[in-house]
């Protein structure tokens, strides 16, 4: 199994290095995302808006702030900045301010990276391409050749480039295009949530201090 993918792999030429590094940037970008989409921002976003109404329903805003500070998601720090500013007894209208402040830092954090699946998709898809082209031109080139078995070897590395840099091309792009898809529903699944959380707060805070 080894020989056979070194096989595959030096028969592509030098494209397959090009297209092997552009599938360890993707794996380093879906790796990423997956920790912080299914680690850092894991939890149930509607049960801490339960917990931290309970709280200030209690009049224990420093119970809620200690809920807020243990995470560093966005929806934590977004409720942070509403729990922290109701603490200090400022005006409905600052709390929404500061929440929507925060969001516009912290809600990109979400798509950060993602596009890049895409484009690495792409990029490996069109190096595949270009690998196969020259693997072409090695072939015809081996038509001048006079020698039959020289003809015939350099018709066979031509032939072997052109198919294997097309085949690697795809097997990063697909698992990219993939990843893509699935990464990006779960960052859209996230910032409803986020929103969700963030409105319920908000609305909370309001008929609290009406």
């Known amino acids: 199994m080894i020989e056979t993918a070194a096989k595959f792999f030096n028969e592509g030429g030098t494209f397959m290095w090009i297209i092997l590094g552009v599938g360890a940037f993707a794996l380093a970008v879906i790796v990423e995302r997956l920790f912080f989409y299914f680690l850092a921002c894991r939890g149930d976003s ?3 808006v339960a917990r931290i109404a ?3 329903e209690n009049d224990k805003p420093e119970e809620a702030e200690k809920l807020v500070a243990k995470k560093k998601s966005p929806v934590h720090k977004l409720l942070a900045v509403a729990v922290q500013r109701y603490k200090r007894g400022m005006p409905y209208e600052d709390i929404q301010q500061g929440v929507e402040e925060t969001a ?6 979400f798509s950060s990276r ?10 490996a898809t069109l190096t595949g391409l270009l690998g196969t082209i020259f693997g072409l031109q090695v072939s015809f080139s081996s038509l001048q050749l006079a020698e039959g078995a020289e003809k015939a070897s350099a018709l066979a590395t031509g032939i072997a480039q052109a198919m294997n840099t097309t085949a690697m091309g795809l097997l990063v792009a697909i698992p990219c295009m993939i990843a893509f898809t699935q990464l990006s529903n779960k960052q859209t699944s996230l910032t409803e949530d986020v929103d ?3 409105v319920k707060v908000l609305n909370f805070l309001q008929k609290k201090m009406a």
């Open 196 to 198: 969700e959380a963030t």
């Open 46 to 48: 509607r049960g801490l």
């Open 114 to 123: 993602l596009s890049s699946l895409g484009m690495f998709a792409n990029i």
């Open 54 to 56: 309970r709280a200030i």
């Open 104 to 109: 516009i830092k912290e809600l990109p954090r």
